[in-house]
């Protein structure tokens, strides 16, 4: 399965992402992981797209793009990939398409996890990861019960950044649910639900 996730900051891609990996073992690409370890590590992308990613404003095309193009040559990808967090623009989706036709490798599906923007507001702010596993929970896990490793809070998950990343998600992602419409790769689901019941349609819709 070769798919794009798509939906706002805190839709729950990553959560759905991976419980994906773990029952398919499909490789999850997710931009924002990769930079946030790049930051993490003290790397020069890590140095250019923290600013960016502390005011909740996207990193440059150009830098995510070559990232993205990169990450496809391994061949782990060959037997498909999750794409998360990734294309968020108009420029992106292109890019994609372009290097994938290349590669011989279309898309699959573009699967919409949709949630209300005010549902979203109150998970992100309540929302904590896992420093060694990255688990995804929430403000009442006081470890990971996944591996116990120390929960924290991400550097943008406050109010006023993810309303921004909201923002910034309506002006420059949300065209791309047309653009994949238009290409009839568009799945949506409603991701204001429980995790493991959205997790059931997006098999579903996946036919997996
Ligand atoms: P979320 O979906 O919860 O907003 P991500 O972990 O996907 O967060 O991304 C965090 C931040 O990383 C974004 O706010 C943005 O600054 C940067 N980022 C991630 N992916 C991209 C991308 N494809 N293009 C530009 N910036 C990106
Ligand atoms: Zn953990």
């Given amino acids: ?29 997710s931009t924002g992981d990769m930079l ?13 797209a923290k600013s960016f990613m502390d005011a ?6 150009d830098v995510i793009i070559g990232l993205v193009i990169d990450r496809l ?4 990808t060959d037997a498909g990939f999750i794409l998360d967090g990734f294309p968020r623009t108009s420029a992106q989706a292109v890019a994609l398409d372009a290097e994938l036709g290349k590669l011989e490798r279309p898309l699959d599906a573009a699967l919409l996890i949709d ?11 309540s929302r904590r ?14 470890a ?3 591996c116990g490793g120390e929960m924290y809070q991400r550097d943008d998950d406050n109010e006023a950044t993810v309303r921004n990343r909201l923002e910034v998600y309506e002006k420059s992602t949300s065209p ?4 994949y419409r238009g290409s009839e790769l568009l799945v949506a689901i409603d991701g204001d639900r429980d995790p493991k019941v959205v997790y059931a349609d997006v098999k579903e819709a996946l036919s997996l």
Avoid: W
């Fill in 73 to 76: 040559q391994e061949p782990d």
């Fill in 144 to 146: 990971c019960p996944k």
């Fill in 36 to 48: 946030r370890a790049a930051v993490a590590a003290g790397t020069d992308l890590g140095k250019k």
């Fill in 176 to 179: 791309l649910i047309d653009y």
């Fill in 1 to 29: 399965m070769n798919i794009v996730l798509l939906g706002g900051p805190g839709a729950g891609k990553g959560t759905q992402a991976a419980m994906l990996v773990e029952e398919f073992k499909t490789p999850h690409i």
């Fill in 56 to 61: 909740g404003e996207l990193v440059p095309d």
């Fill in 129 to 142: 990861m896992c420093r060694d596993c990255g688990f995804i929970g929430n403000e009442s896990d006081a």
């Fill in 115 to 125: 949630v209300d923007p005010e549902v979203i507001v109150k998970r992100l702010c």
